[in-house]
């Protein structure tokens, strides 16, 4: 119980070192969100000097408190679920773009994830089992160079080979904009064909680690003295290699799944800005061209409190798939 204690007050420490300094980016950042957005009202006609002020004071820049006071007013507003008004969406506020924007990144995220752990596990720990031969060599090369590519490259490579020279899938928008987002077929499986190339883009990048992490671990556990043991008793492959040596061999893949779903959660952002993906990472890229730093600062906060308790659920989750975790706990 009392590593647990300490376990969650790092993960509130660091989740309360990226509110901070969440509430320091935009103060840091050069331009003036309030001020571009009185710019933009002004290009349509007169508006009154006065609501300068307004929307400084809407937006959470009014120099006239002291900045302690202003991190308290950020903080309360934090605790209220309050990010803030989207200049690039106003009068929205930033929740309300998020609320809209996350589902895609969500339905992406979620499928791409399931895909390429399943693939990449299963196939770490049939090449750890025929280690040595022409098809451990072969795909280790293969996943390697897999590995080494940035997301955005593929992603590049993907929208020109697959998408504009060959044309078989759509590699822009999320959907067909001439229907109307709703659940009606026609809308689905536009949805679905327009995620096909983002999904493979992150499926590619992110199967390599897992099927590497995978095999490593796997190969260390053939050599333990249970999995002989199991060999010896003449039990079957399938069961040896799952029941006996998959089954201890994953573990090091569900500690590193925590760490890993942060990279996987930046370069979806990446893929999604590539393929004009409607989701956050998306809305991101469109923050940041517009100066909107609260949609911005709001979504870069999601995303660290979203993998700092990840990394909670894992550690968690590892105390019970590891017994002797609970028992050195225990102790």
């Known amino acids: 119980m009392r590593r647990l204690i300490r376990r969650i007050s790092i993960y509130l420490l660091a989740i309360w070192a990226a509110v901070t300094i969440n509430f320091f980016l935009p103060r840091l950042a050069p331009g003036d969100p309030a001020k571009a957005l009185f710019f933009r009202l002004s290009q349509h006609g007169y508006v009154n000097p006065a609501l300068l002020q307004a929307l400084e004071s809407e937006f959470g820049l009014d120099t006239t408190d002291p900045l302690w006071l202003q991190y308290l007013k950020y903080l309360n507003n934090l605790l209220h679920g309050n990010l803030g008004i989207s200049t690039s969406a106003y009068p929205a506020t930033v929740a309300q773009v998020i609320n809209q924007d996350i589902r895609w990144t969500l339905v992406l995220l979620s499928i791409s994830v399931l895909i390429s752990f ?21 795909l280790s090369a293969i996943m390697t160079f897999l590995y080494s590519i940035l997301y955005p490259w593929l992603a590049l490579l993907v929208v020109y080979f697959i998408g504009f020279k060959a044309g078989w899938l759509p590699f822009s928008d999320g959907y067909d904009l001439s229907l109307t987002p709703g659940w009606s077929l026609d809308f689905i499986l536009s949805a679905a064909q327009h995620a096909i190339l983002p999904a493979f883009t992150i499926v590619i990048s992110t199967v390599a680690g897992w099927m590497l992490t995978m ?117």
């Open 118 to 138: 399943v693939a990449g596990t299963l196939i770490g720990v049939f090449m750890a089992w025929k280690r040595g031969t022409a098809l451990d060599t072969s």
């Open 215 to 331: 095999r490593n671990s796997m190969i260390t556990t053939l050599s333990e003295d249970y999995v002989t043991m199991a060999r010896a008793k003449g039990l079957t492959t399938r069961r040896v290699m799952f029941a006996y040596a998959a089954r201890n061999a994953v573990l090091p893949s569900v500690t590193g799944f925590a760490i890993a779903i942060g990279s996987v959660v930046g370069g979806q952002l990446l893929v999604e800005i590539v393929f004009s993906y409607p989701g956050i990472g998306f809305a991101l890229y469109q923050g940041i061209l517009s100066q909107d730093y609260a949609l911005a600062d709001g979504i870069l906060l999601l995303v660290i409190v979203a993998t700092v308790v990840m990394n909670l659920i894992v550690d968690l989750l590892y105390t019970v798939l590891d017994p002797r975790t609970r028992q050195e706990r225990s102790a």
